[in-house]
């Protein structure tokens, strides 16, 4: 079995562009490809960055997403061809870095277990589009990709519903994302936690196929109210600026 190696996905984009875009905690991340910062006491370049679920290369036009299921680690290597190289596995007994590696024997014997021996399985998928990464809702792609849909069967009871549904209606959803949804621990509300991640402040629009009775902008300890929605033909609506996370408690309708 090999030891103490990276085995690494190569995909040569061939899109014109000095950027890469992916997503992290509640923000989706534009990351320049080259290092610009050159000073005596600047620490060297580290091409390896991190993603949760996707990177993403574009000119605008068109673009490749990379969509993961566990992967985290990412390079755009400043080549021609812009190629997008994704870690599949990475182990080493390097646990220190302030020896520059140079271990005795009986401390690489010592460190042995980083390796995964073993078979190991891969999921993800390589995302072809056009536009930018909203206009190919490269996010929420990503999502349906790494989330699988569920069909469950309940009990069959007499009555009319519409096709489809949905307990909580989003929009613009490209742009706003629902990160929680829960019971309150008074047992008398709804906690709902969207952000958003575009790049300009943005309305959203609140619907459920259930009435609400109020809706609330609150803290995120749950601790204050900070607003309280205005409904319109069942729809609330609640502004996030740039980026925002908002906390949103729901009381609905006995």
């Known amino acids: ?12 984009t061939d899109v ?7 997503d992290g905690p509640f923000d989706i991340l534009k990351r320049r490809i080259q290092w610009q910062q050159t000073g005596e006491n600047m620490e060297s370049h580290h091409p390896f960055k991190p ?33 997008l190289a994704v870690t599949l596995l990475r182990t080493t007994r390097h646990y220190m870095a302030a020896n520059r590696g140079l271990f005795t024997p009986e401390e690489y014997a010592r460190h042995s277990g ?35 849909q569920r069909i469950l069967q309940g009990v069959p009871k007499a009555g009319q519903m519409p096709a489809s549904g949905s307990f909580i209606n989003i929009a613009p959803s490209e742009h706003v994302h ?20 575009g790049t300009e402040p943005v309305n959203a629009r609140i619907g459920s196929a259930i009435g609400f009775r109020s809706v609330k902008k609150i803290s995120m300890d749950q601790e204050n109210v900070l607003e309280e929605l205005v409904c319109n033909k069942g729809t609330w ?5 740039q980026s925002e996370i908002a906390t949103l408690a729901i009381e609905i309708q006995q």
């Open 178 to 197: 629902v990160s929680a949804l829960y019971k309150a621990e008074d047992n008398k509300r709804y906690i709902l936690r969207i952000w958003n991640s």
């Open 16 to 22: 014109k562009t000095d950027y890469a875009y992916a």
């Open 114 to 148: 980083q390796h995964c021996l073993g078979d190991i399985e891969y999921e993800y998928a390589v995302y072809m589009h056009g536009g930018d990464l909203s206009k190919a809702n490269v996010f929420n792609v990503s999502q349906d990709y790494k989330v699988e």
């Open 237 to 241: 609506s609640v502004s996030l600026r």
């Open 51 to 83: 993603m949760l679920n996707f990177v993403s290369l574009t000119d605008g036009n068109s673009g490749i997403s990379f969509l993961g299921k566990g992967l985290n680690e990412y390079e755009v290597v400043d080549d021609a061809r812009r190629t």
């Open 1 to 12: 079995a090999s030891r103490d190696h990276r085995l690494r996905v190569m995909l040569p």
